[in-house]
């Protein structure tokens, strides 16, 4: 399938989340801009296609040089701003306006790159939350990390027994358990990468000892949709009973469509972690 055909499927999950959830459209219509944009040819020739096999379990992007027209890529944090105030927020439209004037490689690296301590210096030096600038930078990353996700899909590091994503180095967004063998594959919510583990293991601590491992099912929707938990490190991945494969644009909009599941875990006190599995070296250069 195209890639603007995979996306407009994800967009029309997202419409059909919109109509069901009416009070989530503002947010619901920025991802959708994302995943659009994803689409545009200025992510996809900017994804780093690896020359040589990496060091083991270092992601595909660790390393890499992502070559980006700073013009583009500016008129892409501008909008996604003006969209943001549009929707208003408790941050300070000025405040907001301060994060489109950034330089934009910058602001990029950071987010892709799940470079805490980088975000968190942009964020002092810009007056910004840090969970705000967060917010918008994972929006601003999403359009090249879907590109990423598609065109090295293919190249992934086999086997990988990493927990974090071999593209991307975030922790998954989910689980599938796919087909009739229910064949455990985590997902990243970010890129979209699909690897394959064992049924009975966490990704967090890298637990496998069963009588440590455990679920929650939910009363409606049994058990194809459960939250697979760890007590030795209170992590949880929300885990999704699917005949096939999600695509890189569905992953995220599977992601907010189960986001009872998150408050399920979280009110058992479950968590994830807050930092990356795995930060990105990566440079960001003018194209």
């Not at 407009?8 to 009070?23: N, V």
């Not at 549009?86 to 301060?98: H, K, V």
């Not at 086999?158 to 063998?181: K, S």
Request: hydrophobic residues 45%.
């Amino acid at each position: 399938m195209a890639d603007k055909q995979v996306v407009a499927a994800a967009l029309g999950q997202l419409d059909t989340m919109a109509r069901d959830y009416p009070e989530w459209e503002p947010w619901l219509a920025l991802y959708a801009d994302a995943l659009q944009a994803s689409a545009e040819p200025l992510w996809e020739q900017a994804v780093p296609i690896p020359t040589s096999r990496p060091a083991t379990g270092v992601p595909l992007l660790d390393g890499a040089v992502v070559a980006l027209d700073p013009t583009a890529a500016s008129g892409w944090l501008h909008y996604l701003v003006g969209r943001v105030v549009a929707i208003g927020t408790p941050e300070p439209e000025d405040r907001l306006d301060r994060i489109a004037a950034v330089d934009p490689l910058r602001f990029l690296r950071a987010a892709i790159a799940s470079d805490a301590q980088a975000m968190q210096q942009l964020a002092a030096e810009l007056g910004v939350a840090l969970e705000r600038l967060a917010a918008v930078g994972n929006l601003a990353a999403l359009p090249f990390l879907q590109a990423c996700g598609r065109r090295l899909g293919d190249r992934l590091p086999v086997p990988w027994v990493r927990g974090f994503c071999p593209i991307c180095g975030a922790w998954p967004a989910a689980a599938e358990r796919r087909g009739l063998a229910r064949e455990r594959h985590l997902r990243c919510g970010r890129c979209g990468a699909d690897w394959v583990v064992i049924a009975f293991w966490c990704p967090y601590c890298t637990n496998g000892e069963h009588e440590q491992l455990g679920s929650l099912v939910p009363e409606e929707g049994g058990e194809t949709r459960q939250v697979d938990t760890c007590r030795r490190c209170r992590g949880y991945v929300k885990s999704i009973t699917t005949l096939r494969g999600w695509s890189p644009a569905e992953v995220p909009v599977v992601d907010l469509a189960t986001a009872d599941l998150d408050l399920a875990a979280i009110e058992h006190g479950y968590t994830r972690p807050t930092a990356a599995g795995h930060t990105l070296r990566l440079r960001m250069v003018a194209a």
